[in-house]
């Protein structure tokens, strides 16, 4: 048994420009509302460190490991949690919808044993989450994009 939490977003700029927002660790405390701090390399099987942030609760520190990662299109990372019992993908995906537009898709996929552990209030305030950093990656791509190609969007 699977469950997903899910966002996706019309970005109007390159999938290379989203990358670049998304692939920037150290610039995420700027713009970033769920993850404030993010330190780590993008390598498979490397540990990240991220301060999350959900709404209505306390900043917690979590510490995923990287499990897949295209330039341009994806960054996969995983954890567990409930002893094991529960595995979580979280998904940041890039889709080139053509010169200058992109879609960005994040998400988490939660499998395992205890999945029924996984409540409908924590899924509701990690959908909010998502759309909040789905907005701020593609404002942040957006500006990118208008002041290096003097196109206002």
Do not use: C
Request: without cysteine; proline residues 7%.
């Amino acid at each position: 048994m699977k469950r997903a939490v899910e966002h996706r977003i019309g970005v109007q700029a390159p999938a290379e420009i989203v990358w670049e927002v998304v692939s920037e660790f150290e610039t995420w405390t700027h713009w970033n509302p769920l993850y404030r701090k993010a330190e780590g390399q993008m390598k498979i099987g490397s540990p990240l460190v991220l301060e999350q942030h959900l709404p209505g609760e306390p900043p917690r520190v979590i510490q995923p490991v990287v499990h897949d990662w295209v330039p341009y299109e994806q960054l996969h990372w995983r954890s567990t949690r409930m002893g094991g019992f529960v595995t979580a993908i979280r998904y940041l995906e890039i889709e080139n919808m053509g010169p200058a537009n992109s879609t960005f898709s994040n998400g988490e996929l939660f499998m395992g044993m205890l999945l029924r552990f996984v409540g409908r209030e924590e899924r509701r305030k990690l959908k909010a989450a998502f759309a909040a950093m789905g907005e701020a990656v593609r404002d942040r791509a957006e500006a990118i994009w208008s002041a290096r190609s003097g196109d206002p969007i």
